[in-house]
């Protein structure tokens, strides 16, 4: 008696690809859904990333380098505002030699 080694099976969906919009999605496996059409694949069972974990970069290097750029410009303004003393002078006036 010979065991047969079945493939898995392909499992029709009726539901429309999210990239190419046709009716040509299969399951390929308990968790991985195909399209025909496209080159569309998606593992249900690896969790996908999500745009906010991705998109939380930028806008944390643009408060960082505005941060930086106020500080910079505080610390100029600070630095003109201070108040000018006028240099001592070196000469004796009223000494005279004889």
């Given at each position: 008696m010979k065991s047969e080694i079945k493939p898995h099976p392909i499992t029709e969906i009726l539901v429309e690809c999210p990239k190419c919009g046709k009716k040509s999605v299969v399951q390929r496996s308990?968790?991985?859904?195909?399209?025909?059409?496209?080159?569309?694949?998606?593992d249900?069972?690896?969790?996908?990333?999500?745009?906010?974990?991705?998109?939380?970069?930028?806008?944390?290097?643009?408060?960082?380098?505005?941060?930086?750029?106020?500080?910079?410009?505080?610390q100029q303004s600070r630095l003109n505002?201070?108040?000018?003393?006028?240099p001592q002078s070196l000469s004796v006036a009223g000494e005279v030699m004889t």
């Open positions: 308990s968790d991985v859904y195909q399209c025909l059409a496209c080159d569309f694949v998606r249900f069972a690896k969790p996908e990333e999500s745009e906010e974990e991705t998109g939380s970069f930028w806008p944390l290097v643009i408060v960082a380098f505005l941060t930086t750029l106020l500080m910079m410009l505080f505002n201070l108040p000018v003393t006028q």
